[in-house]
């Protein structure tokens, strides 16, 4: 029986869709979802040219083409990052269940880094500034961050901290008898749809003008998100605690996603601090700005 404050895990279906022997889980249909609603958004954002100025825009065959590469770049490296940063000694005494990804096991910061690759990649073909696709990425990546947690939650699956004395905790099915935090549902709102209204809310102010202020903007607002909803989940067992049991008013150590956060903090400042010097800007831009006269030299002449 649960503990009096526990409530029950909702008896959700891990299967959205079965068409006969097909069957479409929430987590697949999650990825679907962020994807298209990505896909989508970027079309509109790119149909903006005020909020480009002289950076080269995309096409909209481009944001067709970059959803396949991203794709790739999200599931590959996601699924790598997970082997690496998590799990290496069992995928390495069993190299086959490497492949095996229809049995879980995706690490965000590799899917960040495949997806970061994808783009790089695909704006040096295209000729497209490599700092306004990852601006460009920032704006719509929430979309999927919060489906993604959701689909989690549905799952009953990274669940949160042993929580008896909060009114709201949960036990899961595979969490052992203690109400736990629901942290996937923490995330979703605050790496998915708190986030997602602070780069709205960047984009529609500065644009894409200054390449690399709207990545790191992310980056930056992610890995503080994380880092907090980190001391209300559990971390994975297979790794516990890198450091320390009792760090913060919250208690536990220092977790792997706490810990692979601490870069993407410093990279993402760089890029802010990069974007602010005008140091990714349009070349071009910048020596048409340094060789014009201003218009009190233009009328003194």
């Known amino acids: 029986m649960p503990p009096l404050l526990a409530l029950p895990f909702p008896a959700i279906d891990p299967v959205a869709v079965a068409i006969g022997p097909l069957q479409i889980k929430w987590y697949a249909l999650a990825y679907i979802v962020g994807l298209v609603g990505g896909w989508y958004y970027a079309k509109r954002l790119i149909a903006a040219p005020s909020l480009w100025g002289a950076v080269r825009r995309p096409t909209a065959v481009d944001i067709d083409d970059l959803i396949v590469w991203v794709a790739l770049g999200v599931v590959l490296g996601g699924r790598i990052g997970y082997v690496l940063f998590y799990n290496l000694a069992a995928y390495l005494a069993h190299p086959a269940e ?70 709201y905790a ?41 390449p690399g202020l709207l990545g790191g903007l992310f980056v930056v607002g992610y890995a503080i998100a994380r880092t907090a909803c980190e001391f209300f989940r559990e971390p994975d067992p297979q790794l516990g605690f890198l450091f320390g049991t009792h760090v913060g008013a919250l208690g536990g150590g220092i977790t792997m996603g706490m810990l692979l956060c601490v870069p ?38």
């Open 264 to 301: 993407m903090l410093l990279v993402g400042a760089v890029f802010i601090v990069r974007a602010l010097r005008g140091d990714t800007r349009p070349r071009a831009r910048i020596d048409e700005e340094a060789t014009t006269p201003d218009s009190s030299e233009a009328r003194s002449a």
């Open 98 to 167: 490497i492949l095996a990804i229809w049995r879980g096991g995706m690490s965000f910061h590799g899917g960040f880094l495949g997806a970061v690759l994808a783009l790089l990649l695909f704006a040096r073909r295209r000729g497209l500034n490599p700092y306004a696709m990852l601006d460009l990425a920032a704006v719509v990546v929430p979309i999927g961050l919060f489906f993604g947690r959701l689909a989690n939650f549905v799952n009953g699956e990274l669940w949160g901290r042993p929580a008896p004395d909060f009114a």
């Open 170 to 210: 949960i036990v899961f099915p595979n969490g052992g008898p203690l109400p736990r935090h629901p942290s996937q549902l923490y995330e979703a709102v605050a790496e998915g749809l708190v986030l997602f209204i602070v780069m709205a809310v960047a984009v529609r102010r500065v644009g894409f003008r200054r």
